[in-house]
């Protein structure tokens, strides 16, 4: 994770801004709850989609039998290449299928699916995604004394999510010292996509205050 987020400062300097606005979805917005976390001034704001503060994430998954439940492929994604070998059999129809069945039923279009398997296609590129979920149950991040987030921060939220119950949105927004929280409730993990337009113009509105 520190090297995740060197990354991003890495493209905040490289592009010669002191702060921006920060907005993540899923691995993304863990990144950026920790960019949040560990260099606050160089952020004016924080938007964050359907993933948790990493303490809340951290607490349900030791306690919380639902969200153990709902987090079964982060165990089984440790087997070594079993799972490289189930998602990539019959052409990735169980990597189009796990997509696919994470959304509504038009959330990806068949052309769009062809785009994702010539990016899973590519030479390491399936292990280097399901490497994301190793490297976070093998090599725990340390987590800093003072988890609060100083950042305004607005949190949107597909209350539909098959893998994140929204249960985790509100105890994420206690670390806040300035946050809102946007629930959808007909949306799933990619509200960001099922409702682009309302999602678009509530961070607009909220990174232009």
Request: net charge neutral; proline share 5%.
């Amino acid at each position: 994770m520190h090297e995740l987020v060197k990354d991003v400062i890495g493209l905040i300097d490289a592009l010669d801004y002191e702060k921006v606005n920060l907005v993540g979805h899923d691995w993304g917005a863990a990144v950026a709850w920790m960019l949040a976390i560990w260099n606050p001034e160089r952020l004016h704001r924080l938007g964050i989609i359907n993933v948790p503060h990493p303490a809340v994430m951290k607490r349900f998954l030791l306690r919380d039998l639902e969200q153990i439940r709902r987090s079964w492929y982060i165990f089984f994604f440790q087997l070594p290449w079993l799972p490289e070998a189930g998602m990539r059999a019959d052409n990735w129809r169980g990597a189009a299928r796990a997509l696919r069945g994470s959304g509504k039923i038009h959330t990806f279009t068949n052309e769009e699916l062809e785009k994702y398997k010539q990016a899973w296609s590519q030479p390491g590129a399936l292990t280097a995604m399901l490497n994301w979920y190793r490297a976070a149950a093998r090599y725990p991040q340390q987590m800093p004394n003072e988890m609060r987030i100083s950042v305004a921060t607005l949190m949107m939220w597909g209350m539909k999510d098959a893998a994140l119950s929204h249960r985790l949105a509100r105890p994420s927004m206690d670390y806040c010292d300035e946050g809102r929280l946007l629930f959808f409730p007909d949306s799933t993990h990619w509200v960001q996509r099922e409702e682009a337009d309302e999602v678009n113009r509530h961070l607009l509105e909220f990174i232009s205050t």
